[in-house]
Antibody, heavy 120, light 108 residues
Framework: QITLKESGPTLVKPTQTLTLTCTLS??????????VHWVRQPPGKALEWLAI???????WFSPSLKSRLTLSKDTSKNQVVLIMTDMDPVDTATYYC????????????WGQGTLVTVSS | EIVLTQSPGALSLSPGERATLSCRAS???????LAWYQQKPGQAPRLIIY???SRATGIPDRFSGSGSGTDFTLTISRLEPEDFGVYYC?????????FGQGTKVEIK
């Protein structure tokens, strides 16, 4: 069974750095073709794609957030870590990780999401 | 960067009726990389259509997708009460992913 689970702080202060972890189960980050995305959704708003990391370590980022994002993976723990710097209240959102469907480039499995609130 | 525009923003239909949701891209998109998701309140999105017209695992056949180029459609042939939620289209191009703004489906 494929599962993804996000973890991290629920509250961060403005200007702080957010670190979120996605723990994978049922598939391996070391398998060719595997990719893991991060997507966020502000309350009551639409989904926004943030970034992807591939099995080979290659990463791609949303142009609007590229300067603030870092993605890394720990294959031994089967985890992906997202770092977002200089957090602002507009970054308040539910953050999801999701698995890449290699052939059709869609999101075929999702984590439950974690709500991150940015407030002083 | 491709922009996906979904219409209508919301629709309210009775069980058994047909729902037609539109997704229009600002430039041509490969159908291979066009997908639809359903999201219910408090839940993560769920993949329902990929490759513009292929149903994901476990998705009932009342859901169908069609289209090409810049115009894509998600059709729910006979609405069931559990089909309420927000539906998003999504595309992939130039190593980037984009979502539409969503269509909210309300069951009367």
């Amino acid at each position: 069974q494929i599962t993804l689970k996000e973890s991290g702080p629920t509250l961060v202060k403005p200007t702080q750095t957010l670190t979120l972890t996605c723990t994978l189960s049922g598939f391996s980050l070391s398998t060719t073709g595997v990719g893991v995305h991060w997507v966020r959704q502000p309350p009551g708003k639409a989904l926004e794609w943030l970034a992807i990391i591939y099995w080979d370590g290659d990463t791609w980022f949303s142009p609007s957030l590229k300067s603030r994002l870092t993605l890394s993976k720990d294959t031994s723990k089967n985890q992906v870590v997202l770092i977002m710097t200089d957090m602002d209240p507009v970054d308040t959102a539910t953050y999801y990780c999701a698995r890449l469907h290699w052939i059709n480039k869609c999101f075929d499995s999702w984590g439950q999401g974690t709500l991150v609130t940015v407030s002083s | 960067e491709i922009v996906l525009t979904q219409s209508p923003g919301a629709l309210s239909l009775s069980p058994g009726e047909r729902a037609t949701l539109s997704c229009r891209a600002s430039q041509s998109v490969s159908g291979t990389y066009l997908a639809w998701y359903q999201q219910k309140p408090g839940q993560a999105p769920r993949l329902i259509i990929y490759g513009a017209s292929s149903r994901a695992t476990g998705i009932p056949d009342r859901f169908s997708g069609s289209g090409s180029g810049t115009d894509f459609t998600l059709t729910i042939s006979r609405l069931e009460p559990e089909d309420f939620g927000v539906y998003y289209c999504q595309e992939f191009g130039d190593s980037l992913w984009t979502f539409g703004q969503g269509t909210k489906v309300e069951i009367k």
